[in-house]
């Protein structure tokens, strides 16, 4: 009888599913296999044990498959951030790409033209634009603080970095991240080595004692970095010793900010942020579609900006080009965020009416709107389903054009349904989570139509992949793409 624990070997892996798991055979039972790449041959420790499949991890490479690399990261397996750094990039994009595919046809059960090439990112490290790192007071071992690779010596505890993957107390110490730019590593490292330095208690997320919570980073193309350092209570002493020598140590920070937090979690939406130095934003910029100049988004401490600038940029591009705008057109913005997209197509359109749940987010989308001196926008907050009502069209006028990106879990129902009523004669759906854009798009399809299907890759070396879907009104026929 097979055990938890049991090395099962010489498994050839056959493919990838769902979460980036790959996929071997064992006496016809379906074993799901963290690490191991399409081709491998391995040996595999098993993990869990169910009636009809398997789950292990990686326990030895017998031979390697053409699609494996070597990670340049020295965290992978630590780190669930990356966890794609072992496959060569065309083959993490082939795998993307089939995702979406398989979500259209298995979960959303829809026809569909040939699924276009997906677009990758022209950077697949140092990419990121924003990271958060958690401090704590007790960071993750890889082994005993007393073993013989510490020489007898007391290991210094504190640390800033990530969480291990299903464990909120569980945090490593980052010795050098691949994601963001500089000078991001400098920072962390720094912040780290003051804290140290001066005494300033890290933070037990176990215990909830300590000081020092969170550091945030965002960087923007323009140069400009913003530092949000997160604090568990008010001490002016702590405070002042670290800020000022971040500070004055980074005169590339333009906009060095802190939060006291109480809570139990470390999310700071409902909190008041506190601008330390400089200024209480950064400044994105970002191409016009038609190339003629630029647009700047003010970054507050809370607004959301794709992750990935560059790639955001032709994520934008790619869905004003399925917009099909001719100038004439009333555009609906849903999940408008702080009003990058609305922003975008603004030029192009009649008019653009953002909506967004996050009030803040819309607050930010009208200020966006002014620096670049755009009028023809209009942005409203509140609950996305109950807003976008008979009232809310008869008041602002049926869409021609709705363009919407809402957030992992999709659109609700009755905003699908609404935007059956509204019938606009083109829908552009931006999703970062196929499933449930498949899920979605099947209630969309009692009217609609999907014309094009465009996948983008915003995150190298994840599992994460982002979808467009063009929609137009009528059936189609024929099988799925």
Not at 76 to 94: A, D, F, I, K, S
Not at 102 to 107: F, Q
Not at 447 to 462: G, L, R
Request: aromatic fraction near 8%; include cysteine; glycine fraction near 8%.
């Amino acid at each position: 009888m097979m055990k938890k624990g049991a090395i099962l070997e010489g498994l050839r892996i056959e493919s990838m599913a769902a979460e980036g798991k790959c996929v071997a055979r064992l006496d016809g039972k379906v074993v799901f296999v963290e690490g191991a790449a399409p081709g491998d041959v391995v040996d595999v420790q098993v993990t869990k044990i169910k009636s009809n499949f398997l789950e292990a991890r990686l326990s030895r490479v017998i031979s390697p498959s053409v699609s494996r690399v070597e990670p340049v990261c020295s965290h992978v397996g630590l780190c669930g951030g990356c966890r794609w750094q072992h496959l060569n990039y065309e083959t993490q994009l082939q795998y993307k790409q089939q995702q979406v595919v398989d979500s259209l046809e298995r979960i959303g059960g829809l026809t569909f033209p040939p699924v276009r090439p997906i677009i990758g990112s022209s950077k697949t490290t140092y990419y990121r634009n924003r990271l958060d790192f958690s401090a704590t007071s007790y960071r993750w071992l890889t082994s005993p603080p007393n073993s013989p690779n510490s020489g007898g010596v007391e290991v210094n505890r504190d640390g800033l970095g990530f969480h291990i993957p299903k464990s909120f107390d569980r945090v490593f110490d980052v010795e050098h991240c691949y994601l963001q730019p500089e000078p991001s590593n400098e920072i962390r490292k720094a912040v780290k080595a003051i804290a140290i330095r001066n005494g300033i208690p890290f933070f037990d997320l176990r215990k909830q004692t300590g000081y020092l919570r969170t550091v945030t980073i965002r960087t923007a193309g323009t140069g400009e970095v913003m530092v949000i350092v997160q604090v568990a209570f008010e001490q002016t002493q702590w405070l002042s010793n670290l800020l000022n020598e971040i500070g004055n140590r980074f005169p590339q920070i333009t906009s060095l900010m802190y939060v006291v937090n109480g809570k139990r979690n470390d999310t700071f939406h409902d909190l008041e942020v506190k601008t330390w130095k400089g200024n209480p934003y950064i400044t994105e910029t970002m191409k016009k579609p038609d190339g003629n100049g630029a647009l700047q988004f003010r970054i507050g401490p809370k607004s959301f900006y794709q992750t990935n600038s560059e790639q955001a940029e032709r994520l934008y591009y790619t869905a004003w080009q399925l917009a099909g705008l001719t100038g004439n057109e009333l555009v609906y913005d849903l999940y408008t965020g702080t009003g990058t997209i609305a922003g975008y197509v603004a030029g192009h359109a009649k008019k653009v009416v953002g909506l967004e749940y996050v009030e803040a987010a819309i607050e930010d989308a009208k200020v966006n709107a002014a620096i670049n001196a755009i009028t023809n926008t209009e942005f409203f907050a509140g609950d996305i389903k109950v807003l976008l009502d008979d009232d809310f069209l008869q008041q602002h006028g049926k869409p021609d054009v709705v363009i919407t990106d809402p957030p992992r879990a999709g659109m609700h129902e009755d905003v699908c349904n609404m935007l059956l009523k509204a019938e606009p004669k083109r829908i552009v759906y931006v999703s970062c989570n196929p499933a449930t854009q498949a899920r979605d798009l099947n209630m969309l399809s009692e009217k609609y139509s999907i014309m094009a299907v465009q996948p983008v890759d915003m995150f190298p070396h994840t599992t994460h992949v982002e979808s467009m879907a063009i929609l137009e009104p009528g059936k189609r026929k024929g099988r799925p793409g």
